[in-house]
Every structure is written in structure tokens, then in C-alpha cells.
């Protein structure tokens, strides 16, 4: 049974409550008021019952030991004998020091002292296992006109470590609180607001509460224990304060509690922070989210003393922070202890007047090992992305400079997924020289690397970072390896949100650093006119022509390569390479007699040849694929070519399309339904105009989507055609290189 003294009220009754719950135990709370007459009292108890707490309530005046002995022994008769003893009884009547006589102290030390030694002496000690008394910061701090109340505690905390000396086997608890927010002393003598003023927080109920059962649950926790907020400047506080470390985020620290919170202040610049030039978007100079993580991670590092890398959860990138160029801004970065081994961050920014959350995050140490596992580096058979990341990525796409630029090259990089390698560099020179370089986390230029290398999955829009579930950092290690290779997957799309799983390896294979669930969103999204690089084009139609068609199509573009002998072996070459891009693996193709190519079993396959370029288009249905450089011809050579679909041509340019270009359209989508084993003859009509440069046609239940757009190196403009039928696919069927394989699936060509 729990013994309360105090009243049932305030801050006392809610740590009873919670106690009492916590453990099962029956609660025996003594007061003076009644409970007829006092309806904060009657309300607590009725709270405390209906949470299935068995409560007895016996009025005691608790510095009267008779009338203490007496309601004890009552309450002991209905509940049973007392095992534990919350002492949370007090009186405080602010007064100077000059007026302070001894009636006032009597008063004082009685209900503190007195009322602890009658309810011990009413039970039964060695039979204790747990006290928990009440004291107060003041006692340790001392405040204006309460020297005697300090007293009064300081002599309580002495009179509880002395019975955890006296009897070892009851766990002893003496809490020196500072001040409550919305209950206790604090809210009856209306001081909040002068302490608030005076830079000292009061404790929030629910997070008073919590601490008593982190307390309770710590079998280290000493006898004589300080709970507070923050305790401004008084100056008889005194704190354990290590050097902070030298860190480039911990500059300036305007709040410090060491192990419990830091508040640390830096102002950014191009001088001192040369990294900022080389992320400029749309004429702003951007904090990238890698230092952001860096720089919570510093002062994560000079809050808790703890030198192990952290694992860094759920981290989001709310809003930009924003350096004017020519400017400076000044960030806060806030670091508070939840856990033991848990860090709660944010980052506010003097842009929005410190007002708003930029960034935050969780860090956990001692989280344990790197999981291994996917995503995996793409399979062997292939060869290199014709893509070069440092002409045909940066300045173009994206808009990193040259302290972020580490992509080298790409063994795949489809719509939904990227296996590149990344270089980490030496002497980057990230900060002026007079600020110390050390870097936590590693080489952020690697990292952000990671990000922005799945650029090539969107390539008609800007990924930005919005948020990511786990990063599993590699630190230094970095630093000790040349060859890095990193793979990424994406996991799920929600709108303008791809969310992705990424895994950077060393050379050997050895997974250093792991991405969970990282979402990037797309901005300042582009048309899709071009001039595109081959490579780019293949993301881009897979994932138009899904989103217009509503069905799954693995779709690659690949650059002829004009040394591969004779017109049929490049072509064949060609369609080899890029049916392997667009199912991940490299594949057998085998041709009928009229030539047209399919696979030996697996879903359908179509290519197509044009503007120096190879299109293939693969699904488990029915599918075609066509590209044809736009030519200018007059009227009459378009109604030879589209014949009955003249008619079309004409609608189409209606719409808004070029003669030359609606032409060409019409005859990609005559070709496709040739590919897709129908005739050139079928009816055809115009579905609709979804965005600009898209047209889809229609062909009973076929659906033909043209894209009109310029390759880069060639001047006329090129239409894309891609056929699918109306056949909906569920997501386990969409086509990632683990499951465009399924047994389901598999068609012989004969099937089709």
C-alpha cells in the first residue's frame, strides 16, 4: 500500500496517481481538507478511482503525530499494511528575511520535517521498500524572501539520505523540484510568470510525471535528486560543465545544461562556409540537408559527451534555410536529452525569426550494428550507363557545384532504381580556415551525393529532400575509401513524393552507410521538351507513359553505338542492350523471320530504331514501341503514309500540334499497333491531350501514348511511341527487377 501525504492535490496527487497505477498498489492519501468541502480534492480522488486505483482518503493534520498514528492505523485496517510512502506535504509563505520569526519557521519546517518524522513513526520502517519525498530546488538554489523554505528543504534532503544510509532495502527518492506549470505551489502564489521572466521554465505535469517514473525505474538513481526546466542565471546554481567541443555548429551557446540541453547559435556565410556557393537554387543559397544532419550531429555530440557515430531517425527538412547571397543568417540549433541514449533536434533559422522548425531529427546512440542487405549493386552483363554525370547531369539538371559533384559513373540508372559509384574527396576546404574542419558524420559531399544521384529516376523535375526515417552514417570511414558504389531502390511513390532505400558499399562490398525510407519531392518540374541525353529519356517515359496509361511498362532508350558492324547487328545489338537496361539483367533476344524480336520466355518485348537511338518497351501484355524522327513533307506525302487516318492528322493539329509532328504521331502509332500484332488499318482516334508535348490515341482497347521532343546533338524533333492494352495492374505487379519475373507472368512468344 502507498501512503500519500499531502492532500491529494497538486503535484503530489498527480505523481501518487501515476505510482499507484504504475505498480498496482492501493493508495492511502492523508490530508486536512474534506472532501465534501473541497472540490479539487473530491474531484482527484473521484479522477483516481475511475483509473482502477483502490484509494482511501483519511483526514490527519500531518505535523500532529497522534492524529497522524491514528489515521494510519485506520487506513492500514482497510488496505493493509503500508509498504511505500510518497511524502509530498509542504507549506511556503514567501516572506524577507527581515521578517522571518520563529512561529514562521515552526510553521514552515513542520509539515517538511515534523510531518515526515510522525508518518514514519505511524508505519513500520524496515518494512519500507520505497520513500519518496518531495523537496524543493529552492533548497539547493535559494530565491528571494524564501530563506526559511530553503532551509526547510535543504534539511529534508539531508533527513531522507540519512535513512537510505539507515535502511538499505528501501529505495529512497528525494526529488528537489523546481517550480510545476499548471498545478502545485508555484500556480497558488502566481510566480510563474516573474520566474518565466527571469529565464526559468517551469515543468509541464506530464513531463514532471514522466521523470518521477524514469526515476523510479533507474536502480542507479541517487537518494537526493534535482528535477528541473531551465534555471536562467541564478548564481547559486551550479552545473557540471565540460568544455565544449571544437565544432563548427557549437560556435555560440546561448542555453547549456550538460547531458540534458544545449542551445548553440552559429552565423553562416559564403566566407566562412564556402559550401553554400556551390549549392545555389534559383538564385538562393541553400543550407544542404547534409550539414543540417552534420550539424545536429555536432551538437548532439556537445550535449551528451558521446563520440560514437549516432544512428539519425526520422529527420525532416520542414523548410529551406535560406543564406541571402552577399548575406549572412544566423541558425539555432537546439538539442535536448529525452532518453538515455536519445536526442531529440531542431534547426530555426533567423529567416523566419527563429520562429519555425527548418529541420529536426532524432539521434540514437548505441543503436547497434549496420544492417546488411538490399538494395543490391545491379548483377553483372552490362555495360556502364552511357551517362556523364559531369556534362550531362551537373549544370544541367542538377544544380550541385563542384564540392558536391562525386557522381563518376552509373551501372543502372532506371526509373526506379540506381546503382552509380561516387568519389569521396580529400581537402574539400568545407570551412574558412580559421574554423575547426572536423566533420562527424564524414564527407558530406558523398552524402548529398546519394540524394541528388536519384535525380536520374525523375529527370523531368528537381528532387529536394523532405524527409528520411533511418541514416545509419559512415563517418571517417569514408574518408578511407576510393571506390564507392551506391545503390538505391525506390520503395513507394505518394503524388510528388519518391521514397527510397539506399545502401552505399565499398569497393569489396562491404556496406558502410544505410539510407531507410529517405523521401525526396519534386520541384520546379519541366515539360519534358528536352534536349534529352538518351539514358534520362527512358525514366522519363516509363513513368509518363504509366501515369497516362495507368499500367506498368519498363521502358529504356539507349545511344546507338555505330561500331557494332553492319545496320542489323547494330540494331540487334542495340535491342539487346536495351531490353537488358529496362529489365535490369541482361537477356536473350530471339527474332521470327519477319524480324521482329522477342524474348524466349518472360513478358513482351518491342523495339524500335530512330534519331540514332534504340527504344524498348517491356511488360507482361500486350505492347509497342516506335520512335521516328520528325520529317517535313507536304499534305499529300502525309496522306500516303497515315492513308484512312488523314483525318486524324488533321485533329490533331487542331489540338495544337505541328502538321509535320501530328503526322508523325499517327504513324508511330500505326507502327505500334503493327508491333502489337494488329493492323496499321484499325481505327484510331484521338483520346486525349494529357500535357504539353503528349498526345494519347486509341485503338479499341489499346492505348498508344506519343511524346514529341529533341535529343541533344540532333536538331529535328523526335516522336516516341509506346502501346499498351487497358489491362490494370496491382502494385505487386510493378515492374522492379524482383518481380517482373514471376512465374505468373511468364509468356512464350507463342503465348501471345
Known amino acids: 500500500m502507498l ?54 482518503y483519511g ?22 499494511p503500508v509498504t511505500a510512502v510518497l511524502h509530498g506535504a509542504g507549506r511556503n509563505e514567501p516572506a524577507p528575511l527581515s521578517t522571518v520569526d520563529n512561529e514562521l519557521i515552526r510553521r514552515t519546517f513542520a509539515p517538511k520535517l515534523d510531518g515526515l518524522d510522525a508518518v514514519l513513526a505511524a508505519v513500520e520502517p524496515p518494512k519500507l521498500r520505497l520513500l519518496v519525498t518531495f523537496g524543493s ?10 530563506a526559511h523554505y530553503a532551509t526547510a528543504n535543504e534539511w529534508l534532503a539531508g533527513r531522507s539520505a540519512g535513512f537510505a544510509a ?21 500556480e497558488r502564489l502566481s510566480v510563474i510568470e516573474s520566474l518565466t521572466r527571469d529565464g526559468i521554465t517551469a515543468v509541464p505535469p506530464d513531463e514532471g510525471v514522466a521523470v518521477l517514473r524514469r526515476l523510479l525505474a533507474d536502480p542507479d538513481a541517487p537518494p537526493v535528486v534535482v528535477v528541473g526546466g531551465r534555471t536562467g542565471d541564478i548564481d547559486t546554481v551550479r552545473y557540471d560543465q565540460p568544455p565544449l567541443p571544437l565544432l563548427r555548429f557549437v560556435e555560440r551557446p546561448l542555453v547549456r545544461y550538460h547531458g540534458v540541453e544545449l542551445v548553440a547559435e552559429v552565423e553562416l556565410n559564403v566566407g566562412s562556409d564556402p559550401y553554400l556557393a556551390d549549392h545555389l537554387l534559383d538564385g538562393n543559397l541553400l543550407l544542404p540537408a547534409v550539414f543540417g544532419m552534420e550539424a545536429m550531429s555536432q551538437v548532439a555530440c556537445a550535449l551528451t559527451g558521446r563520440t560514437e557515430l549516432p544512428v539519425i531517425e526520422h529527420a525532416e527538412f520542414l523548410r529551406p534555410i535560406v543564406i541571402p547571397p552577399g548575406g549572412s543568417a544566423t541558425v539555432r540549433v537546439a538539442g535536448v536529452v529525452v532518453e538515455d541514449d536519445l536526442v531529440e533536434l531542431a534547426i530555426r533559422s533567423s529567416d523566419t525569426g527563429f520562429a519555425a522548425e ?79 574542419d572536423t566533420l562527424l558524420l564524414g564527407d558530406p559531399g558523398v552524402r548529398d551525393a546519394l540524394m541528388h544521384g536519384n535525380q536520374v529516376c525523375v529527370p523531368d523535375a528537381t528532387l529536394l529532400p523532405a524527409s528520411v526515417d533511418r541514416v545509419y552514417p559512415a563517418g571517417s570511414r569514408l574518408s578511407d575509401e576510393k571506390d564507392l558504389r551506391y545503390c538505391a531502390v525506390e520503395r513507394s511513390r505518394d503524388g510528388d513524393t519518391y521514397t527510397y532505400d539506399i545502401a552505399l558499399r565499398s569497393g569489396t562490398g562491404a556496406i558502410l552507410e544505410r539510407w531507410d525510407g529517405l523521401r525526396l519531392r519534386a520541384v520546379r518540374k519541366r515539360d519534358g521538351a528536352g534536349p534529352w541525353v538518351a539514358p534520362l529519356l527512358g525514366p522519363y517515359l516509363e513513368r509518363t507513359v504509366e501515369d497516362l496509361l495507368g499500367v506498368p511498362v519498363a521502358v529504356a532508350v539507349e545511344p546507338d553505338d555505330e561500331s557494332a558492324g553492319d545496320m542489323v547487328a547494330r540494331r540487334r545489338a542495340g535491342t539487346a542492350l536495351a531490353a ?93 499497333l503493327e508491333k502489337a500484332g ?20 486509341t485503338s479499341g482497347s489499346l492505348r498508344i501514348a506519343t511524346l514529341s521532343t529533341t535529343l541533344r546533338d540532333a536538331p529535328d524533333p523526335v516522336v516516341f511511341a509506346v502501346l499498351t492494352d487497358e489491362d490494370r495492374h496491382t502494385e505487386e505487379d510493378r515492374h522492379t527487377e524482383e518481380d517482373r519475373h514471376t512465374e505468373e507472368d511468364r509468356h512464350t512468344e507463342e503465348d501471345r
Open 59 to 80: 483526514r490527519a493534520d500531518v505535523t500532529d503525530a497522534d492524529q497522524v498514528r491514528r489515521a494510519v492505523a485506520e487506513l492500514t485496517g482497510a488496505l493493509g
Open 137 to 146: 530546488i529552492i533548497g539547493r538554489a535559494g530565491l528571494r524572501g524564501e
Open 358 to 436: 527548418h529541420f529536426r531529427a532524432r539521434l540514437r546512440y548505441g543503436a547497434g550494428a549496420l544492417p546488411d542487405g538490399p538494395p543490391e549493386p545491379a548483377g553483372a552483363g552490362l555495360p556502364d550507363v552511357a551517362l556523364r554525370p559531369e556534362t550531362d547531369l551537373y549544370g544541367e539538371i542538377l544544380f550541385q557545384g563542384a564540392r558536391f559533384q562525386r557522381l563518376r559513373r552509373y551501372h543502372r540508372a532506371a526509373a526506379r532504381s540506381v546503382d552509380a559509384e561516387v568519389a569521396a574527396l580529400d581537402g574539400t576546404g568545407w570551412f574558412a580556415g580559421f574554423l575547426p
Open 166 to 186: 539507515q535502511y538499505p532495502d528501501c529505495r529512497v527518492l528525494c526529488l528537489e523540484w523546481s517550480v510545476w506549470s499548471g498545478v502545485g505551489m508555484g
Open 678 to 697: 494488329r493492323s496499321a488499318r484499325d481505327p484510331l482516334a484521338l483520346l486525349s491531350v494529357p500535357r504539353p508535348g503528349w498526345v494519347v490515341f
Open 580 to 672: 537488358g537496361r529496362a529489365l535490369g539483367h541482361p537477356v536473350h533476344i530471339t527474332y521470327r523471320p519477319d524480324g521482329r524480336p522477342g524474348l524466349a520466355e518472360g513478358p513482351s518485348l518491342s523495339a524500335a530504331h530512330g534519331a540514332g537511338v534504340t527504344l524498348c518497351a517491356v511488360r507482361a501484355g500486350t505492347v509497342g514501341a516506335d520512335v521516328e524522327p520528325v520529317t517535313a513533307r507536304d499534305a499529300a506525302d502525309w496522306q500516303g503514309l497515315v492513308g484512312a487516318h488523314a483525318a486524324l492528322v488533321d485533329q490533331v493539329v487542331d489540338a495544337g500540334d505541328d502538321a509535320d509532328i501530328a503526322g508523325t504521331r499517327v504513324w508511330t502509332a500505326m507502327e505500334c
Open 3 to 56: 501512503l500519500v501525504t499531502g492532500g491529494g492535490k497538486g503535484i503530489t496527487a498527480e505523481c501518487a496517481l501515476a505510482m499507484a497505477v504504475d505498480s498496482g498498489a492501493r493508495l492511502a492519501v492523508l490530508g486536512r481538507s474534506d472532501p465534501a468541502q473541497d472540490e479539487e480534492l473530491a474531484a482527484n480522488l473521484a479522477r483516481m478511482s475511475e483509473c482502477g486505483v483502490t484509494v482511501r
